[in-house]
């Protein structure tokens, strides 16, 4: 359990050692090391050593789009020759996506295409992949299975054409300079697992980083500037979910990550927030860390903690990924692996009629705020099948971190009573197992991606929405209206208070939040494109809308959202984005890091070929 400050000499004896000491962060990589680039640029021609240099300002900031091949101003072979040298060979030209084996041309390979289409909608086929994102509707969808969605030809659409398969801060740096220096647009993959597509741009260079997989578990890190004394792990950014947590679990902890067994959870996931299934015990993703090492847009690695670099510190937890800076290691704070309880169950709307659906589902709301409190996290699922009328309701699981099976019993008792007065047959399972790691590992499903259809909106809805009868009434409402209008439900009963109170970027609807709540819109994938715009803007000024306008001032999750969201300054980091558009200013003027929604991605708009929120075009300045 992390531990705070004040409490036993041997914490007081640490914390005054370090506050005379010169190196408060001892586990932290040296200063010196900042533009340890520049001193490799030696052997390179002088023309072309100025495209590789740290803390340049690049010369070409008045044209009006991003840097793209056919421009006077594209680097030249030779030069991309330069830049996979300096990355020690790990620059990847062109790398195929996926569904290449599908077409015709040299890479047709009936039965590997076969295979692709089996596990397209599994994260594990996609984050192996130099250039694969789970969201090929912001990719453009110009590659896919054919027996998923014909795209007629494997196009490279909103693919990047280069990825430097970084393995050292050095390749990172070496990208980043590269692209700030030339005016090529840059993208940062880890896992493709963002909602919204944001690993990716058509002919970027794209920064890998997954394979940064160091995991190194420090017993007792100090931390004098906020007084935290207790274990952590140092993960590279590439480590995903399943593997920290294996790891957490061999040396009796746990840690703060997604329930997604795949998402790069030191990657987009930290930077942009980050809810768990410890989220009601512990905050959110961004509240655990303790440090990262950076490389800034000037290509300088740096350490951000509570002492050095504050400013990026700050709005690299909660700020959003791809905007400030590209993290090479993140440290955060680790918690206890204990007994847990879960609970999967389901039911339909087909035996016992939709008005004592609904009835149950109305009943449930009332436990929101309890079971929030309680620290408990709720997974539950509303879907409406169009054709027969019927709706159903999933929730896998109801978790219950460091609760006894009586302890979570109690808590879902009222509401099972409830069910069983209404005559639904429901089935409850209830399991505890003795660590949290197996109660994750049993409990949570492998969910679908790679979805050609279908987009998702959310909102975060406070505790005023569930505080009176009338609220809960008119929520409820809401909820059901979207099943009605036939949008798939998935919500997460959740409080997101951070114990420690830590000042960070976090979107501070998180804090009020006790149902946060998603639902996605589908169309036809093979309709006109203005057809589905206006299928996603009526569902934006829709059902979306309703949402909003019962729940002002509240927010949206940046990375389980829609491209189309409103305002997303507000709805991503309410009254802290004016802080955010500063920061933003001023430690990426040039604009170096992008990614759509991302803080002050305004000034800009990917100018796709068919006209749709996604990566398949030019990044480009928005004309004023
Ligand atoms: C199946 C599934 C399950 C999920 N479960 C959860 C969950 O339980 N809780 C939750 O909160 N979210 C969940 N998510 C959403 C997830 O947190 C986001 O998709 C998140 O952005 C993933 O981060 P990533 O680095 O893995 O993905 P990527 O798509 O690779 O990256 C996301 C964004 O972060 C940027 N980025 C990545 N790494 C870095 C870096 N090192 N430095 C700077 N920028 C970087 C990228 O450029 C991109 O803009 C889930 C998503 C899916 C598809």
Redesign the pocket.
């Known amino acids: 359990m992390g531990r705070q400050q004040g409490n036993g000499s041997k914490a007081a004896g640490l914390l005054a050692l370090l506050a005379t000491s010169a190196t408060a962060t001892p586990i932290l990589t040296p200063a010196n090391w900042m533009r340890m680039v520049d001193n490799s640029l030696k052997g390179v021609a002088a023309d072309v050593r100025s495209l590789f240099l740290s803390g340049t300002a690049p010369n070409n900031t008045s044209s009006r789009c991003k840097v793209y091949p056919g421009d006077r101003n594209w680097p030249s072979d030779e030069t991309w020759a330069n830049l996979n040298k300096l990355v020690e060979n790990r620059l990847l030209d062109r790398p195929e996506p996926l569904a290449s084996v599908c077409y015709n041309g040299t890479l047709y390979n009936a039965e590997e295409c076969v295979k692709v289409t089996a596990h397209w909608n599994e994260?594990y086929s996609h984050f192996d992949n130099a250039v694969e994102?789970?969201s090929p509707v912001a990719q453009g969808m110009t590659c896919l299975p054919p027996n998923i969605f014909d795209s007629r030809a494997c196009t490279r659409g909103g693919f990047p054409m280069y990825v430097i398969n970084a393995t050292k801060p050095e390749h990172v740096q070496m990208g980043v300079n590269f692209a700030r220096n030339t005016g090529v647009r840059l993208?940062?993959?880890?896992?493709?697992?963002?909602?919204l597509g944001?690993?990716s741009g058509q002919d970027a260079l794209s920064i890998w980083?997954h394979y940064f997989k160091d995991i190194e578990y420090i017993e007792e890190y100090v931390d004098a500037e906020t007084g935290y004394l207790g274990p952590a792990f140092k993960a590279g950014?590439g480590v995903q979910a399943f593997e920290i947590y294996k790891a957490a679990h061999e040396k009796g902890h746990s840690v703060v990550g997604?329930?997604?067994e795949t998402?790069?959870i030191f990657?987009?996931?930290i930077?942009?927030g980050?809810?768990?299934p410890l989220t009601s015990l512990y905050g959110t993703g961004a509240d655990q860390v303790l440090s990262f090492e950076v490389v800034t847009a000037d290509g300088d690695y740096v350490t951000a903690n509570s002492k050095s670099n504050t400013d990026l510190f700050w709005a690299m937890r909660g700020g959003g990924?791809?905007t400030f800076g590209?993290?090479t290691s993140v440290t955060v704070k680790a918690h206890p692996d204990f007994p847990t309880t879960a609970s999967r169950f389901s039911f339909t709307s087909e035996k016992i009629g939709n008005e004592t659906f609904w009835a149950a589902i109305r009943d449930y709301v009332d436990y929101f705020i309890p079971n929030a409190d309680a620290g408990t996290y709720a997974y539950w699922t509303l879907i409406p099948n169009v054709w027969t009328g019927i709706f159903s309701f999933s929730m896998s699981p109801f978790f219950a971190p460091n609760k006894t099976l009586e302890e979570t019993h109690a808590l879902l008792q009222p509401w099972f009573t409830r069910l069983e007065e209404l005559g639904i047959d429901f089935n409850p399972n209830i399991t505890h197992f003795d660590s949290y790691y197996e109660a994750w590992r049993s409990s949570f499903p492998l969910?679908t991606?790679g979805k050609i259809n279908a987009t998702t909106g959310s909102r975060m809805f406070p505790r005023g929405n569930f505080e009176t009868k009338e609220k809960r009434d008119e929520l409820f409402q809401n909820l059901r209206q979207s099943s009605e209008n036939n949008r798939v439900q998935v919500h997460f009963n959740i409080k997101a208070v951070d114990p420690a109170n830590s000042d960070n970027a976090v979107n501070p609807a998180w804090r009020e939040n006790i149902l946060f709540a998603q639902q996605a819109v589908r169309w036809n994938s093979n309709g006109a494109a203005a057809e589905t715009l206006k299928v996603r803007q009526e569902f934006q000024s829709g059902d979306m809308q309703r949402w909003r306008d019962i729940s002002p001032g509240a927010g949206s999750y940046l990375?389980?959202a829609d491209r189309l969201e409103p305002d997303f300054g507000q709805a991503f980091w309410g009254d802290k984005y004016p802080r955010l558009l500063e920061l933003k200013a001023k430690l990426d003027p040039h604009d170096v890091f992008f990614?759509t929604t991302s803080v002050g991605s305004e000034r800009w708009k990917v100018e796709s070929v068919d006209g749709l929120p996604n990566e398949n075009g030019k990044l480009c300045r928005v004309e004023n």
Do not use: R
């Not at 993208?187 to 909602?195: A, E, L, P, R």
């Open positions: 994260s994102m789970m993208v940062v993959k880890n896992t493709g697992h963002d909602f944001k690993s980083t950014v997604g329930e997604g998402v790069g990657g987009g996931y930077q942009g980050g809810h768990s990924g791809s590209i993290a969910e991606v990375a389980e990614a």
